[in-house]
């Protein structure tokens, strides 16, 4: 049963999966945070429409956050920093949850 998982393992990197998955992660992020970047303005208004944070600091949310989103789409496309990229990335993806109470 055991040696069913590692040729799994094996398969899986002689594919290079996690190349190919950190790169649509990356171009992901990168595309995200395009919009965001080119109309900060808008972008705080969204985060004011769902409460997230508190009114004193959307603005500073707003000029953060979408740099955040690049910065970690370049580091996973080019595999940079990886085993903090991705805890930073896992941090952007489901830390707003607990804000929202979902």
Known sequence: ???????FMNTIK???LPLIF???LGVVLIYA????ILDPISFSDNIHNYHFTPTAIENLVALILPWMELIVGVFLIIG???EGTVCSFFLLLFYP???SGE
Do not use: E, T
């Open 1 to 7: 049963m055991a040696r069913c998982g590692v040729s």
């Open 14 to 16: 002689s594919m290079n």
């Open 22 to 24: 950190r790169i649509i």
């Open 33 to 36: 945070s395009y919009g965001k």
């Open 80 to 82: 940079v920093f990886l």
């Open 97 to 99: 949850r607990q804000f």
